[in-house]
Every structure is written in structure tokens, then in C-alpha cells.
């Protein structure tokens, strides 16, 4: 039905700055709320950033508040994460996500969630 795909992780220096891309195929990628989640080794999987289907809110983990940046462009079934002022506490494997019930909303909560990619792995070394 979906399909997700993350790409752009790699290691960076404390500081840096990286960029995330989903790209969806499948379903027309307009008719979804997305999000952004991330999981640490022996951490539970945590909210990063969330956008509604029109691209017109936003909403943002505690910790990546100011630092990153969620958006998506439509025409190109893309949704990205801007990442700056990387920090050695935001190594993980980030998940992009899918919520087609309720796309005129942000979801801080993974259960809400339909339809996640793979991951791909951010490394942040000090």
C-alpha cells in the first residue's frame, strides 16, 4: 500500500549537520500526516518531528526543538529533516512514518502511526 524510504544518514562531527529524505510510493503521499522518530541502542523509540498533509503545522520533540527543522514538499513525495547543531546524543537510526486517519494533524505518538521505513542510521561522534 505505502511504502517508505529514509536516506541521508551518516556520521558527522559534534556541530554538524545533516539532511533526511523519505520518499513515498504507493499512495498519493498528500493524503498523509508525517512524521519522524528515532531509536537509540537500549532506548525506547523516541518523537523527533511531525508535520500535518498541507505541510501548514508542525510540531517538535523537547529535545531537537530548535535544532531541526521538518518539512515536506508534495509534489515530489518527499518529507525531509533538517538537522543542525548536531549533538553525540542524537546518534540513532531515525524512522520516517505514514498516518493516513488523521493527516490534518501532528502525532507525537508511534502507535498513531501507519506505515514506517526502514531507518537509516545517524552517527554524531564527539
Known amino acids: 500500500q505505502v511504502q517508505l524510504l529514509e536516506s541521508g544518514g551518516g556520521l558527522v562531527q559534534a556541530g554538524g549537520s545533516l539532511s533526511l529524505s523519505c520518499a513515498s510510493s504507493g499512495r498519493s503521499f498528500s493524503n498523509f500526516a508525517m512524521g519522524w522518530f528515532r531509536q537509540a541502542p537500549g532506548k525506547e523509540r523516541e518523537f523527533v518531528a511531525a508535520?500535518?498533509?498541507?505541510?501548514?503545522?508542525?510540531i517538535y520533540g523537547d529535545s531537537v526543538k530548535g535544532r531541526f527543522t521538518i518539512a515536506r514538499d508534495n509534489a515530489k513525495n518527499t518529507v525531509s529533516l533538517q538537522m543542525n547543531s548536531l549533538k553525540p546524543e542524537d546518534t540513532a537510526v531515525y524512522y520516517c512514518?505514514?498516518?493516513?486517519?488523521?493527516?490534518?494533524?501532528?502525532?507525537?505518538?508511534?502507535?498513531?502511526?501507519?506505515?514506517w521505513g526502514q531507518g537509516t542510521q545517524v552517527t554524531v561522534s564527539s
Open positions: 512514518a505514514a498516518d493516513e486517519h488523521t493527516p490534518w494533524l501532528t502525532s507525537a505518538i508511534d502507535y498513531e502511526y501507519d506505515y
Open positions: 508535520i500535518t498533509w498541507s505541510g501548514g503545522s508542525t
